[in-house]
Structures are given as structure tokens and as C-alpha cells.
């Protein structure tokens, strides 16, 4: 008897031990998809080309095209006139071919997958044809059994919605159904509303792919209900890496979908905080998910909600999307538990659109265990709404050990309606983007004719700044090899950069100032209700006819005075615009629109604005402690002391983290600098001058692709070498910001060294050598905590990282530099003693590695009984 139950028992554990391994394995076998097909098309080209991350594309004229399964029916090849610096690459995009009539490609495919098909556009100059006359409709015939065509696009305009989302080019992804022949064909059709309309396309990926869309999804609000994709075509409108970094169509499985970062996406003022496994952890794919449904890197990161459960209550972690209404949606999200182990530990509710998606998610009561992947599929159907939230908040009924949510990865598709479409209408342009292509309509407009001799010295002049343009960027690009170079040898951080410029400027494109050029009629309707129009007769009144003495500050835009409106009852702060100033019409209506409708603590408020008799005035409320810059360098005023410093800085942070986040749409300020961080008279910071400032892409892109604008000294290394702008520029250039409240001198000094002539450079140097207390305002000098020290100068290097995937957003820098304050405060109130010679500070290694700001601080916190510090994310300031 002893010996039959210690054989079954052996026998149990072999087979458990055989199961373990089988369900738990890192399957290298498991999910493993090669194509069938795999076909890329670079259209209108005759040869075969790489693009940049090496994958080859045929052209469509190619004599490879037929033998790779390609029949294309006769179309105008042409190449654009200009290649705009934010295509990932010259291949498909240089190259179009053109339809004036109906045309059609054909492709080998396969009846027993589904076929992804990606389209490629960039709206640009072909054959002299206006790209905004490219109106055209695209369906994918035959498909699924007893089905008709799928229209993936009607009266679609590469054009408006390249504009709309500020991209230079424009991705559609769609999923077809197996089909019931051996090819599929796409068929462009000009749209019949435009008299002059024309297709054209400059790329086309058609691979075969697994069914990825088998799960059945729950019908949100609708618990007796689900949705089954089956037949139906789908496009994907979001994917998204949470938490992370961007992935690389050839970081990604073998049919080369890209994940972005969540960033843009983040809804709210709390953004959480980031979240990433750890070297030790292996994520482990069950037997029932294929490694092809999202790759380790999205499951290895995360986003979570915090360490303080007081905070967490009160908030949901949410991002918000863009969407076409009258269709269904499927919302999927994945899950990845990768810090706690045990069941009952983090448990949340999901809600989407207001509505509960499903209670009390338990990850680890999901997987059994920590490091396995998992998803889940929730379907909503839009009437009318043109936008989808998602958000996640702890479950107070499951009395759970933590009070947090997790998420690791978001997916949105578009299911086909009834009649097979997929299409949706053209976005439409921001309200920034509106105004801006209204101002460029306007002076083109009121343009002055030219005689020929005149339009020759514009042609020559124009021809000129171009050529000066490709110099310096030639000059920069050897500059920057070198000095790399040399820093390598010398330990110099070549994560900074140093301009050319001797002067540190603000660089911008003049504008016309004509008083014809811009009207109060140009505000949209609903700034010119909130925002107060003055009369030049008040303008001058207020300044006593713009008296020299009232003279406040100078800007790129022009003189500023102070002034008194409302029969002395207000004081103001009167912008004037300089003729001549590099800053002009657009900057103005941009700064009309923006702060109009912004209402914070910590931005600057706009009263009103003043346009007559060719004058343009902007009216602020008036600072009484001018600018940060006036208060750290060069000034007879009294020095501020750390905890000052560190409270202004926080409260910029503040407002910065609600442009990024709290507003409508997502507004990069694109100048930030100590001039631009004011003082008010109980010396509470708020940021200033919208001018240059730009709202982020809406869809399925992280960057604005746009001239470079900003302050040299302050401007985004990354952003500078690739016209892309992030809300990751505002961090690089808070971060020079940090870095200058800290040694009180200036972001760029030509008088210096050097090594010393960029302070963020120079800052990153001594942090590197544990020499950063060598650098610090002498005033500042045995005031700090060590502790708060460490977590600044941590807080500030990680922000002028060289690239933007590597930088954390504003809410964790707002997180670290509340945390900071906590620790300097803690310091003061009689806890750890601050450091009060330069010799204490030789234990002090500031080094960037570990696993990130936020990860590191939730340990420290552990130890701190108070947590109500956290202020912005337990009482959000808004609108």
C-alpha cells in the first residue's frame, strides 16, 4: 500500500513538473509565424530598394514585380519635389504612383491566413499636382465568403489629415479575412466630389498573418452579449507599448507592426508612474498565447498608478483616443503582472467610456504567477462620440493589500460595419492648426506684387538662407563627430550639444505685422468670447503712451510694460509687438488661442488683447517678482534660497505636466526657460509665452514634424537633429531649466571653456566624476540635503537625456522634485543633518543606472511616514 501511493505520488509530480514546463515555457517553438506572403511595394519605382531598417521593397514597374506577385495596371510614376526630414526613410515614400482614373494592384495571396495590409502615403508635390486635390477611395476585393468588397478609405485626403495630426506622412493599417481567391486586389478611385481629384500611393505591404482576433470580446455594458471579429475586416487605430518605449517594426514579430509610447495618450492630471521588470525576470508566455500577440517588451513594461494609496483613491489612471463614431470597437488591453506574486494583492476595475468593462481584475489570479502574459478583449460600439476612454482605478470592494492598477499594453481595432466599410471622415485640424493655416492663407493674400528684377533678388535671397541653412547643418553634424570623439577620450557626456551661435536666441521666421494681416474675426469664436478685446486708446492710457520708465522686460516678441487698467484697480503686464521682431502675427494668435482657454495656477493668465492702428499687444496679469532668470544670476536681488528654488520649480513642473496632460488636446510649450518661468508677488511660478507653442499629434504618431523653434541652450538635442518635436523637448529643456536653478548661471556661457560653455554638458561631466557639489550657486553650499541633492540632480539628468525614450515625462519629474522637497523639509524640521563642507560630498555618486526616477522612489518612500506632499496628484489643479 506505502508503495503504490509513493509511486502515484512520483508519478503526480512527473506529470505536474511535465505540465509546468509546458505551460510555463519561454517557447521558443510556441507562436513562432513565418508568412506565406510577404509582399512590400515600393510604388512608382523601377527598382528594388532597402528601406532603412534593411527590409526590400520591389517596385511596381520593377521587372521583379510580377515574379513577386504583384500586377499593377498602368500608372504615373513620379518622385516628390521635397523630401520632409521626418520620413523614417527615403523607401516607399519618395516615390508615388499616381491615378487620374480607376486603377488597381494585384497580389498573390493565400486563402488559409488573414492579409495585413499597410498603406503608406506622404502628401507631397507630384508632377506639379496639387496635393490637396488628392481626395480618392481605396477597396480591398475579393474577401471573406459571401461578402462584397471592404472599403478601407472614401474620399480620404492624405493631405488634411497629414496637416490635422501635424505628421509628415500617414500609415493605415487594416486586417482582412481569408479570402476566396488566389488574389487580392486594391483599387484607387479619385473622388467624384473633387473636379479635380487624383489617387495616388506611395507604398503597400501585403503579408499574410495569424489570426490573431479568435478571442471573443464581452460587449461593454452589455454582459449577455459579445462580438466575434470572424469575417470581419479591421484597422488598427492604436497600439501602444504602456509604460514603455517605441518598437520597431523589426523589433516586433515577423508581420512588423510598430508600438508607440502612451504618453500622448495619457488622459488626466495623474499620469501614474512607470513601471520595469527586472533583470532577474523572465517573462514566461502560457501554452495558449502565442509570443506573436505582443512581443516580451511590452509585458517587461509598465504603467501603474504609485506607491501612496491615499493618492491612488482619488484618480484613475485613463487615456483618451480619437475615434470614428457609428462603429464598433475592440479594446484590447494587455496584462502583465511583473512586481507582485501573490492573488488579492493589486486588484482593479476597468472602466471604458464611462462604463464598467469588467471588476476586481486580479492579475496573478488570472496567470497563477508573476512574468506571464495575458489579454483581454472588450468590445463598445460609438454612436456619435468621436472619443474612446479607457481607465483603470483600484477595487475598494476586494479590500485588496494595494491600493493600484497596472496595464501593460493597449490595442484598438475598427471593426467593418454592415456594408463592409471601414472608412471614417478626414480628421479635422486642431484649433491651433486652423488659425496657423488661416495666418498662411491671409499673407499670401495680402502678398505686395513683385516686379521680375525683385522676384529674382527674393529667388537669389531665398536660394541663399538655403544654402547657409545646409552649411550649418553640415557644420553641425562634423562638429558634433568630433566633439563626440573628444569627449569619449576626455569622459565628456556627449549627451548635451553646443550650437554654433556665440549668442543664445530664439529661433524663429519673421512675420508680416501689416495691420490687414491679422483681425480679431481670425479667433476662433470661442477665444474671442473668453478673451477681453482692449482699444489702443486703453493700451495707452494703461502705459502713459508706452513711457520708457514702464519698461518691464524685453522679448523676441517685443518691449513688455507694466500697466494699469480698470481705473488703477488691475495692474498688467502690456506685451507690445516690436515691427521688427523675429516674432509676429502667428505667435500672437497662437498665444490668443492657447491661453484663452487655459485656466491653471501655474500658467501665466491672459486678460486680453489689442489689435489697431498696426499694433499688437498682448495683457497679462502683472508678476510682481519678474522672472526666475532675474533672481539667479546678474541681479542685485536677494539669492533664493533652496527650498524657494525647489518650490518654483515644482510649481513650473505643475504647469507644465497640465499642458501635457490636462488640457484638451496635448500642448507642447516648445520654449521653456527661466525667462518664461515668472514669479508672482508670493513668489509662485508660472509659466509664460505660448508663442511657438504647438498641440501633439492626435493619432498613432508620438512626434510633431516641424522647423525647429526654441532657445538655443534649451533646445532637445534630438528634436534639433530630426525637426521632431515630443513633449519630451519640453523635458530636455526643463531639465537645462533644473540644472540652472541649481549652479545660478546661465544654460549656455561662450565666455567659458569648452567643456564648459553648455551647462547641461557640464553639469552631466562633474555628476559623472561625483563632482556635481563643485558646481552648485556657492550660496547654496551646506543648505542642501544630501539626499534631496541626489534626487534632483538624478531628476535633472534623466531629463536632458540625448534621446527622448530615455527622459521621463513631466508627471514622474513632478513626482521626484515634490519627493525632493519632502526630503529637504524632513531635513530642515530637524531629521538628516545636510552635508556642510565640500568634503562630505566625495560619497555622493549620482549615477543614472538603476531601473528608473520613479521604481527607486518607491523604496525611499517606504521610509516617510507623510506622503501628502504629493499635492498635484491628490488635489489636480484644471481648467
Not at 504612383?97 to 508635390?125: M, Q, V
Not at 488566389?182 to 499574410?208: C, H, M, R, Y
Not at 492579475?363 to 460609438?382: E, G, K, L, W
Not at 534630438?718 to 533644473?738: A, C, H, M, N, P
Request: proline residues 4%.
Amino acid at each position: 500500500m506505502t508503495t503504490t501511493s509513493t509511486a502515484q505520488i512520483f508519478l503526480h509530480f512527473i506529470l505536474y513538473l511535465s505540465l509546468h514546463n509546458l505551460i510555463f515555457a519561454t517557447t521558443a517553438n510556441n507562436g513562432i509565424y513565418n508568412p506565406s506572403v510577404s509582399i512590400l511595394v515600393n510604388c512608382g519605382s523601377s527598382s528594388d530598394e532597402h528601406d532603412a531598417e534593411g527590409r526590400e521593397w520591389v517596385g511596381d514597374t520593377s521587372p521583379n514585380a510580377s515574379a513577386s506577385g504583384v500586377i499593377s495596371t498602368k500608372s504615373t510614376p513620379s518622385t516628390a519635389s521635397f523630401q520632409d526630414p521626418s520620413l523614417p526613410s527615403s523607401v516607399p515614400y519618395m516615390t508615388a504612383a499616381i491615378f487620374e482614373s480607376e486603377a488597381t494592384y494585384k497580389f498573390s495571396a493565400s486563402k488559409k491566413e488573414r492579409l495585413l495590409i499597410r498603406l503608406h502615403f506622404y502628401p507631397a508635390s507630384y508632377n506639379g499636382l496639387n496635393p490637396e486635390n488628392g481626395f480618392f477611395n481605396v477597396v480591398a476585393t475579393p474577401v471573406a465568403d459571401g461578402a462584397g468588397g471592404i472599403t478601407l478609405l472614401h474620399n480620404f485626403s492624405a493631405y488634411i489629415t497629414a496637416q490635422a495630426l501635424s505628421q509628415g506622412y500617414i500609415v493605415r493599417e487594416f486586417s482582412l479575412p481569408m479570402i476566396n481567391d488566389d488574389f487580392l486586389t486594391l483599387t484607387f478611385t479619385p473622388a467624384i466630389v473633387q473636379p479635380k481629384a487624383f489617387a495616388f500611393i506611395n507604398g503597400i505591404e501585403v503579408i499574410s498573418m495569424p489570426d490573431i482576433f479568435t478571442a471573443t470580446a464581452v460587449m461593454v455594458g452589455f454582459s449577455d452579449s459579445s462580438v466575434t471579429v470572424g469575417a470581419s475586416a479591421v484597422q488598427t487605430m492604436y497600439r501602444l507599448n504602456v509604460g514603455g518605449q517605441y518598437i520597431a517594426p523589426t523589433n516586433n514579430t515577423s508581420f512588423s507592426r510598430t508600438w508607440y509610447d502612451d504618453t500622448p495618450y495619457i488622459s488626466g492630471a495623474g499620469v501614474g508612474a512607470t513601471a520595469t521588470a527586472g533583470p532577474h525576470i523572465k517573462i514566461q508566455y502560457p501554452m495558449n498565447l502565442p509570443t506573436y500577440i505582443a512581443p516580451p517588451d511590452v509585458y517587461r513594461t509598465a504603467r501603474q498608478m504609485g506607491p501612496d494609496p491615499k493618492v491612488n483613491i482619488q484618480y484613475n489612471l485613463s487615456w483618451s483616443f480619437q475615434i470614428d463614431g457609428n462603429f464598433t470597437y475592440i479594446v484590447r488591453l494587455h496584462f502583465c503582472e511583473i512586481q507582485l506574486a501573490e492573488v488579492n494583492q493589486r486588484v482593479f476595475d476597468i472602466f471604458i467610456n464611462n462604463q464598467t468593462a469588467q471588476k476586481d481584475v486580479d492579475i496573478i489570479a488570472m496567470t497563477s504567477s508573476m512574468a506571464i502574459p495575458v489579454y483581454r478583449d472588450y468590445a463598445i460600439y460609438i454612436s456619435k462620440e468621436e472619443q474612446l476612454l479607457v481607465e483603470l482605478h483600484p477595487s475598494a470592494d476586494s479590500k485588496p493589500e494595494f491600493f493600484d492598477a497596472i496595464l501593460n499594453g493597449i490595442e484598438i481595432f475598427k471593426l467593418s460595419d454592415a456594408d463592409g466599410n471601414l472608412a471614417g471622415p478626414n480628421p479635422k485640424p486642431s484649433v491651433m492648426l486652423e488659425n496657423e493655416l488661416q495666418i498662411t492663407t491671409t499673407a499670401q493674400k495680402f502678398q505686395p506684387e513683385y516686379s521680375s528684377e525683385k522676384s529674382h533678388v527674393i529667388a537669389g535671397t531665398a536660394s541663399g538662407a538655403a544654402a547657409a541653412g545646409l552649411i550649418f547643418a553640415l557644420c553641425f553634424v562634423v562638429y558634433q563627430r568630433k566633439r563626440r570623439a573628444n569627449d569619449s577620450e576626455s569622459g565628456v557626456s556627449a549627451s548635451g550639444w553646443l550650437p554654433l551661435h556665440r549668442n543664445s536666441h530664439t529661433t524663429v521666421s519673421k512675420s508680416n505685422m501689416s495691420s490687414k494681416s491679422c483681425t480679431s474675426s481670425q479667433l476662433s469664436t470661442m477665444a474671442a468670447s473668453l478673451c477681453r478685446h482692449f482699444s489702443i486708446f486703453e493700451i495707452k492710457q494703461a502705459t502713459k503712451n508706452f513711457d520708457e520708465s514702464l519698461i518691464i522686460g524685453v522679448g523676441g516678441f517685443g518691449k513688455v510694460y507694466k500697466g494699469i487698467i480698470d481705473r488703477g484697480a488691475t495692474k498688467v503686464a502690456i506685451k507690445r509687438a516690436n515691427p521688427d521682431s523675429e516674432q509676429g502675427l502667428h505667435e500672437f494668435q497662437t498665444e490668443i488661442e492657447l491661453l484663452s482657454k487655459l485656466r491653471h495656477k501655474h500658467l501665466v493668465s491672459l486678460i486680453g488683447y489689442c489689435k489697431e492702428d498696426n499694433e499688437m499687444c498682448l495683457i497679462y496679469d502683472y508678476m510682481a517678482n519678474g522672472t526666475l532668470r532675474e533672481h539667479l544670476y546678474k541681479t542685485n536681488k536677494p539669492a533664493l534660497s533652496w527650498k524657494q528654488r525647489l518650490e518654483i520649480c515644482i510649481g513650473a513642473a505643475r504647469g507644465l505636466h497640465y499642458l501635457h496632460t490636462g488640457a484638451k488636446n496635448t500642448i507642447i510649450h516648445r520654449d521653456v526657460k527661466t525667462t518664461n518661468i515668472l514669479l508672482d508677488e508670493n513668489f509662485v511660478a508660472k509659466v509664460s509665452d505660448f508663442g511657438l507653442s504647438k498641440t501633439a499629434p492626435l493619432m498613432n504618431q508620438s512626434h510633431v514634424s516641424t522647423v525647429v523653434k526654441g532657445s538655443f541652450g534649451y533646445l532637445d538635442p534630438e528634436y534639433f537633429r530630426r525637426q521632431q518635436l515630443t513633449i519630451k523637448s519640453d523635458v530636455y529643456s526643463f531639465g537645462v531649466v533644473l540644472f540652472e536653478v541649481m549652479c545660478a548661471r546661465p544654460a549656455l556661457n561662450p565666455s567659458l571653456s569648452k567643456e564648459q560653455v553648455s551647462l547641461a554638458d557640464w553639469a552631466i561631466h562633474n555628476q559623472k566624476k561625483g563632482k556635481i557639489f563643485e558646481i552648485i550657486d556657492p550660496y547654496l553650499k551646506g543648505k542642501i540635503n544630501l539626499e534631496c541633492l541626489s534626487k534632483f540632480v538624478e531628476t535633472a539628468e534623466k531629463c536632458v537625456s540625448e534621446y527622448g525614450n530615455d527622459r521621463p515625462v513631466m508627471g514622474d519629474v513632478l513626482w521626484n522634485l515634490e519627493f525632493a522637497l519632502q526630503l529637504q523639509e524632513r531635513d530642515e524640521d530637524g531629521g538628516v543633518s545636510s552635508h556642510g563642507s565640500g568634503s562630505s560630498v566625495d560619497v555622493l555618486n549620482l549615477s543614472s543606472e538603476g531601473d528608473g526616477v520613479v521604481n527607486e522612489m518607491r523604496e525611499e518612500l517606504d521610509d516617510l511616514n507623510e506622503l501628502s506632499v504629493f499635492s498635484q496628484f491628490l488635489n489636480p489643479k484644471g481648467r
